[in-house]
């Protein structure tokens, strides 16, 4: 039978220096993950990168950081090409990255629209892509999109919107490589308690967000925290194989679909 657990896989986490990839790639080196590929994407993230690199050995797993700007696909086919040849495969490709714009659609200017659109939409296809190319049988890949995906609200268009389609990404995706037995989920979280959440964000819809979840009476801040999301990632790709072509909401409560 296959074995679907981490032990000797090798693990490429796209946005993996820090809050939710930084612990994805501790959290599997502690699960047995033989290698942990960490991607980072400017010199301002190198040394987080160099740092959850080190976290990863610490754990016994082998690991490097590579920097790629994941909105072109050169880079892209680079990223992977530049891990398997260090590591002989892939089996677990994670994409956690993310841009926020909060502003009315009125104000959004055609700019600050192509660059979301880069990040969020374009670069999460070519990621997929490049995925379906190289990951070895039986593989597993997780998207990070939001959970303003289940929401009707306003502010978001650009973030939510350019989101939105790795949604059909991840179905087809999950349909054409579902044959080589790898499966290809997208999961959703609330707003987390990190770094990537304040700046967007006004005092005031910080403490709407802090109460807007079924469960927030019971979160340490009332956000989602990257804590509570590892875990269900890690069950996708190993346990949870059998689910493949669905967009997974973890929020507490803060939105359902």
Do not use: C
């Not at 949604?167 to 080589?180: C, I, L």
């Amino acid at each position: 039978m296959t074995d679907h657990s981490l032990r000797g896989k090798v693990v490429l986490i796209a946005g993996g220096a820090k809050n939710l990839g930084g612990l994805i790639a501790r959290d599997f080196a502690q699960q047995g993950a033989k290698a942990v590929v960490v991607h980072y994407n400017s010199d301002t993230t190198r040394a987080d990168a160099e740092a959850t690199v080190q976290a990863v050995k610490a754990q016994g797993a082998d690991a490097l950081a590579f920097q790629a700007d994941l909105t072109h696909g050169a880079a892209v086919e680079q990223l992977f090409a530049d891990a398997k040849a260090r590591f002989g495969q892939i089996d677990v490709a994670i994409n956690t990255v993310g841009k926020v714009l909060k502003k009315p659609i009125v104000e959004i200017s055609e700019a600050e629209f192509d660059a979301m659109d880069a990040v969020n939409n374009k670069s999460a296809f070519l990621f997929l892509r490049e995925a379906g190319r190289q990951l070895a049988d039986h593989g597993k890949i997780v998207t990070v999109v939001t959970s303003l995906l289940g929401a009707f609200t306003p502010f978001y268009a650009a973030y939510a919107g350019n989101k939105a389609p790795v949604e059909h990404y991840t179905r087809a995706a999950a349909k054409e490589f579902g044959a080589r037995g790898i499966s290809v989920t997208a999961v959703g979280p609330g707003p987390m308690d990190t770094p990537f959440f304040y700046p967007a964000e006004g005092e005031d819809a910080v403490a709407y967000h802090k109460t807007a979840a079924a469960l927030s009476p019971f979160s340490p801040t009332g956000l989602t925290h990257i804590e509570d999301v590892v875990p269900f990632i890690r069950h996708l790709v190993t346990d949870g194989w059998w689910i493949t072509g669905q967009t997974i909401l973890i929020n507490g409560g803060y939105t359902t679909k």
